[in-house]
């Protein structure tokens, strides 16, 4: 897909924290995912067991990460968001930032940037005091999972191949999102069940 540059202006570069490390040995590719329950920005309840049966996707989000920045404004995440839940796939944004730290937001406030960047997930979880990020282990934004009809986990890891805030990276990208809800709807094994998720680090409270 090619995306305008008209949307590079968003993209403000900034320091970045990889993660160095696999997923906790409770949260790994090929076992259940945990049970949680969940609050989303609608004042909705929201746990997993609802979407039993449905592959389903968490994205972890910030909306002052550059790299989170950099799949919005060049319009790439809701694009994707459009697609899968097309095609019955439940996502999830989730936003774990503390109060007090870079990316917290009120739900009346996420809801009206729902609505300025006509994003399109299932529901945005609300998770200030970090409970679902540190469950999944979420280290990055964005960092994304995907759970298949069964509740088994079959993808932990980046978005993509091109670890930079640079919207003009997207256009030859390999998602891995992608890649991965394709294979398992076709009956096929997950190629890359794992990837080192890149981004901005999960603003978690102390």
Same mark, same amino acid.
């Given at each position: 897909?090619? !995306?305008?540059?008209?949307?590079? +202006?968003?993209?403000? !570069?900034? %320091?970045? =924290?990889?993660?160095?490390?696999?997923?906790?040995?409770?949260?790994?590719?090929?076992?259940?995912?945990?049970?949680?329950? %969940?609050?989303?920005?609608?004042?909705?309840?929201?746990?997993?067991?609802?979407?039993?049966?449905? *592959? !389903?996707?968490?994205?972890?989000? @910030?909306?002052?990460?550059?790299?989170?920045?950099?799949? *919005?404004?060049? +319009?790439?995440?809701?694009?994707?968001?459009?697609?899968?839940?097309?095609?019955?796939?439940?996502?999830?944004?989730?936003?774990?930032?503390?109060?007090?730290?870079?990316?917290?937001?009120?739900?009346?406030?996420? @809801?009206?940037?729902?609505?300025?960047?006509?994003?399109?997930?299932?529901?945005?979880?609300?998770?200030?005091?970090?409970? =679902?990020?540190?469950?999944?282990?979420?280290?990055?934004?964005?960092?994304?999972?995907?759970?298949?009809?069964?509740?088994?986990?079959?993808?932990?890891? %980046?978005?993509?191949?091109?670890?930079?805030?640079?919207?003009?990276?997207?256009? +030859?990208?390999? @998602?891995?999102?992608? #890649?991965? =809800?394709?294979?398992?709807?076709?009956?096929?094994?997950?190629?890359?069940?794992?990837?080192?998720? *890149?981004?901005?680090?999960?603003? *978690?409270? #102390?």
């Amino acid at each position: 897909m090619k !995306f305008s540059s008209r949307f590079s +202006g968003c993209v403000a !570069f900034a %320091a970045v =924290l990889l993660a160095t490390c696999a997923p906790a040995q409770s949260v790994r590719v090929g076992a259940p995912a945990p049970a949680f329950i %969940a609050t989303d920005s609608r004042g909705q309840t929201e746990t997993l067991a609802q979407y039993r049966g449905k *592959y !389903f996707v968490f994205e972890w989000h @910030n909306q002052g990460c550059p790299y989170t920045r950099k799949h *919005y404004c060049s +319009g790439n995440m809701q694009a994707l968001q459009k697609e899968w839940t097309a095609k019955g796939v439940a996502w999830f944004t989730v936003i774990s930032s503390a109060p007090g730290e870079q990316g917290y937001v009120t739900p009346s406030q996420e @809801n009206d940037y729902l609505a300025n960047v006509h994003a399109a997930p299932t529901a945005v979880l609300m998770d200030p005091e970090g409970r =679902l990020g540190r469950l999944y282990n979420a280290k990055t934004t964005p960092q994304m999972i995907v759970i298949d009809p069964s509740g088994i986990l079959i993808y932990d890891g %980046a978005i993509d191949d091109r670890p930079t805030p640079d919207p003009e990276d997207i256009g +030859g990208a390999h @998602n891995y999102v992608s #890649e991965a =809800l394709t294979e398992a709807m076709a009956g096929k094994p997950v190629g890359t069940p794992y990837t080192r998720p *890149y981004g901005c680090s999960v603003k *978690y409270a #102390e």
